[in-house]
C-alpha cells in the first residue's frame, strides 16, 4: 500500500495556517492561533489535548437522504488542563464550517476567531480556534462533505428496501469528516446527540436510547453516558426494523433481513453471558446488533452497545458468528481499554482474537476453536513472511503512515498468539484473573503499550518469575516476527481434510464421496484453500455438481469457491461473481477477487468493468482498495 505520510511529508505537516476569516477577524489574531500547527501527542491528530480536553459532546445534526450531507452543530465542552493554552486544534477533513461560537448563559453566542490550516493528506485539515480565557464550551456549526470517506450514502435503488441508507464507520480516523473533533483514541468524552432524519426511516446510534420502532417526527434523542473515543462514534440511518433476542440484546436490520438476523444472532444473550464470565461485567447497558446493507466495507464494527455487521455472515446455520464474538469480545478489549494510538492496535485486536477464542470455546468446544487457531496461525507466518520489521512486532512502527495501514494481520494473530503462550506458561486461572483485573484497573481509559507492559510487570510476572520473564515479553513486544518459543496450535481435523482432498485429486476418491456436509466451515474453507491454482474448468463442475458451491449462501463459503473459479476460469462461478461484485462491499471479499482477476490475461478489463458498475454502490473505502487492486487509482 501506498504510504500517505512519509518522513518528508510529516516536515511539510508544520503546518502555515490559511486564512478564512474576514480581514477585521484576521487582525484581532492572537499569537496563539498564528502559531504553527503540527500533530499533537498522537500522530494522526492535530489535538494538544495535553493542553485542554474534549470531555463532552453536544450534537445536534440533520441528515439530508438526498443531498447526502450530515449538517448541524456540535457544542464541545472543555477541560482546560493548561488554562494559559489559549487554542483549540480539532482534526476535520472536507468539513463546511459555518460558524465558531462560544455559547454563554442566556442562549447569547459570542463569535470566536478560527482558521482552517493546510490539508495533510488523510489527515484532513486542522481548525484552529482561539479560546479566550475562561471559554469552557465551542459550538461548531457546520456539514459534511458528501464525498465523506467515513459515511456512505446508499439511495433507494441501492438498498433491499428501497429506501435510502446512511451509515458511518469511523475507525481509525474518520470521525473527522463528518464531526470536527479531537480524532485521536487517547480522548474520551461521553455525548449527547438529536438527530432529524426523513419521517420514514429511524436514526440509530451507538449510544443508549436506540427507539424500538421509527416514530413520525423523524427525530431521535441519544445519549452515551459512557466515555468513548472518536473512533466508536457510530451512527446509522435507513428503514430499520428491530427484533428482540434477549433482555439487554437485539438485533436492526432492514424488513428484508430482519427476520433471518433475529434467528442466525439468537445466541447472542448466551454470548454476552460468556463474556461477563470470563472478564467481568458487560458494562454498556444493551448490546445490540445493526446490520448493514451489503456494501458494509468491513465483516463488523465494535461500536459501543450496537456494533455494525455485514450481512454476509448471515448463512442460514450460525456457522459465520466468529465475527460477533469478536465484535462484542471488543466491548471489553478495544471499548473499555483502548489503545491510545494506532501503534498500539495489537492492545484492541490482539486481545479480542484470544478473548474471540475463549468465547467460541465456551459455545462450540474446543475443537472448533483449535481449528479456528490453526487457520489463523496459517494465515500469520504466510503475512509475516512478507512483512517489513517495522510492522511485524507487536507495536507497529505507523506514526508515519496512514492508519489504515495498522489494520494487518499482525496487531490480530500476533496479538492473539501472544496472549495464547501466556496463558500456556501460566495456566487459565492465572491469566483470567489477570484480564479481569486489568480490565477493571484500565476501565474507561486509553492506554499504550508501556502502561500495559508495566502492568503485566507487576501483575503477572512477578508472582510468576520461573513462567515468564520480560526479556520473552519485549520479543514478543518489539521484535519482528513470532518468538522461537511461540506455542503453534494443533487440530488433527485438517489432517483429514487434506487426506480427502488429497485422494479426490488424484482420482482415488470419488466427489460424491466427500464428506463435505459432515465438516464445519473450517474445515470446508481449509478444503477450498487447499486446491487454490490446482483445478481444471472440468473438476470445477464435477465438484459443484456435488457439492453446489455456485449457489452456495454461506459467504466465505462461497468466496474460496469464486477465487477457484477465476484460477480455473470456470464460467458459472465467473457469472456468479459479477453479482457478487454488484452487491458485496465487504473488503476482505472484494479487494482480492478484483486483484486475483487483475492479475489473469482474459479477466482485468472485466473487471474493471464490472467495478465501475459496482462503484456507485460501494463505500468509498472499497472503492480506494478496489481501483489499488485493479491499479486504476488516480493520484
Ligand atoms: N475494528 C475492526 C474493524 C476495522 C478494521 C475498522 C479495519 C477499521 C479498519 C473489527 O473489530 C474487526 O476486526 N473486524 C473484522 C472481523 C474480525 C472477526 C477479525 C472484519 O471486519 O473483518
Ligand atoms: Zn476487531
Redesign the pocket.
Known sequence: MKRILTGATLVALILMLVACQPESAQQSLDPAAGQEVGTGPDPHSFAEYEKVRVSHLRMDLTADMDEHVLSGHVVLELERIDPDHSRLVLDTRGLDIRDVTAPESGGEHRPLTWRLGEEAGSLGRPLVILLPAGVEAVRIDYASSPAAFGLQWLDGEQTSSGQAFMFSQSQPHYARTWVPLQDTPAVRYTFDATVRVPDDLMAVMGAAGNAFERNDRGEYDFHMPEPVPSYLMAIAVGDLEFAEIGSRSGVYAEPQWIEAAAEEFDVLEEMIDIGVDLYGEYRWGRYDLLVLPPSFPFG???NPRLSFVTPTIIAGDGSLLALVA??L??SWS?NLVTNAAWRDLWL??GF??YF?SRVMEALYGEAVERQLAVLEWRDLVEELENTSDGMASLVLDVDDKDPEQAFIGVP?AKGRFFLDWIEHRVGREAIDAFLRAYFDHFAFQSITTITFRDYLQANLVAEYPDALSMDEVDQWLYEPGLPAFAVAPESDAFDRVDDWRERWLAAEAATSDLPFEQWSVYQRLHFLIGLEDSLEAERMTALDEALALTGSGNYEILFEWLMRSIEARYEPGIERLETFLLNVGRNKFTRPLYSALADTDWGRDWAIEVYQRARAGYHPLTRQASERALGIEEG
Do not use: F, K, S
Request: negative net charge.
Open positions: 463488523g464494527m465494535e469478536h465484535e469480545a471488543h478495544g484492541n485486536e479480542t482474537v474471540e490480530y
